[in-house]
């Protein structure tokens, strides 16, 4: 039972009673200095009665199980880098692991005649939540690879806690912090929200999985800033494959039209693939393609990705451009067939992006034998290593213009970039390297770790 809003109303009454009615002003001062006071005895109230309840719970279904949590997928299907994580890493769990393990997808449901948040079974086949909530054993493991924002009110309640008990092996994957490092990025608050989400995390989880050392060196450096104790936490860092899953999900975008596969085949192509945000750094590299338009070379900028946040000018350039469509192409909601067909027709992948936790375009170009243009940022040296052509952090557009024109000037002499694209690994590499780390085995036991 919550206890909150009945001692909420009724304190709130009395405090607007003592205002109201002259002989009683004073009390009022009581009130509003005893207030916060009352609601944290009732707040305990609360997490006594939800902690008891969660531990008469009782475990039903055959285990060892893998939970992944697509709450977030399910309900936005945004079809964003960090979603093509959730599903890739999925599927590839499921085929190197599903002999030892039932691996599961859950949502996150809040149970109001329980007054309890529940993850529950979602069946992908069916695109259903079940009524049966998930109580699990202590084999079983929990994967939060997407970023679920609502996973704070779970956290809140004690399930994780409860789970904890259990002996489940929570895990959490962080893909970047970069809306608390660089706020002005990101629409106002959003910088606080993440906050409360990794803060949350930290709290709850046994293991924390970057998606790179440069997330992995952002979450230490986090943590002692705020003095937060991570010594619980197993803290490591995976690399994310970069083979295209057949995803579903993903394949229900559009396909190319047929102009569009003409000007990718029979132009040279630099692609950008990223939603259309502050920093993936759009403008310069419009800014620079522009020097190059005006000086007759023929090449075509090819934006992959969505409609973001804080660029409606930087859209209206590119739809009123007047290359757009020849030599200028936006591209949005492809499927992964279409997606396939960008990367291989194009000579080069341009990741102008100021920040990144990881940068799958990168790595799913180089799959494609396709080289890298990068600015020159730790992620990226991380990621490309020698096999990027990089520019300066701060070049201006027309040195980033000399750039790609150099770049022009080497096909002409080679012909191809694939014998440069460097080295890639796929996604059944990056699930084994989740199982060393949160103790998955093939026989079904988690180990030591």
Known sequence: ???????????NWLYRQCVNY?????????????????LTVALAAEVRDRTRYYAELNPTDAHP????????????NLKTGIQRVVLSLYQAVKREFG???EVCQVYLCYLKEKEAWHFCHYDPVLKNVSSEVVVPGPDDIFLGVDLNALIIKPVNSGLFKDWKRRGVRVGFFVHDILPIEHPEWWPVGADKNHELWLRAVLNVSTHVICVSETTLRSVQKFCADRQISNNDIVLKSVRLGSD???????????????EHRHILNSTKTFTMVGTIEPRKAHEGVLDAFELLWDQGTEAALVFVGKHGWQREQLIQRIENHPLYGSRLLWLRNLSDEALGEVYSASNYVVQASFAEGFGLPIVEAMQAGKRVIARDIPIFREILGSAGIFFAPHASASELAEVFQRAIENLSVSGSTSEHAGVVQTWSTTAIQVAEIIGITQLGAPNAN
Not at 1 to 11: G, L, N
Not at 65 to 76: C, E, K, W
Request: glycine letters at 2%; a positive charge; hydrophobic letters at 45%.
């Open 65 to 76: 199980r893998i939970y992944f949590d697509v709450t977030h997928l399910v309900n936005s």
């Open 1 to 11: 039972m919550s206890y909150r809003p009945f001692a909420s109303a009724i304190i």
């Open 22 to 38: 002259p002989p009683l002003r004073r009390a009022a001062f009581f009130f509003a200095r005893f207030i916060p006071r009352l």
């Open 99 to 101: 002999a030892s393990y």
């Open 244 to 258: 295209l899953e057949t995803l579903p999900s993903f394949q229900e975008g559009l396909s190319l039209q047929p």
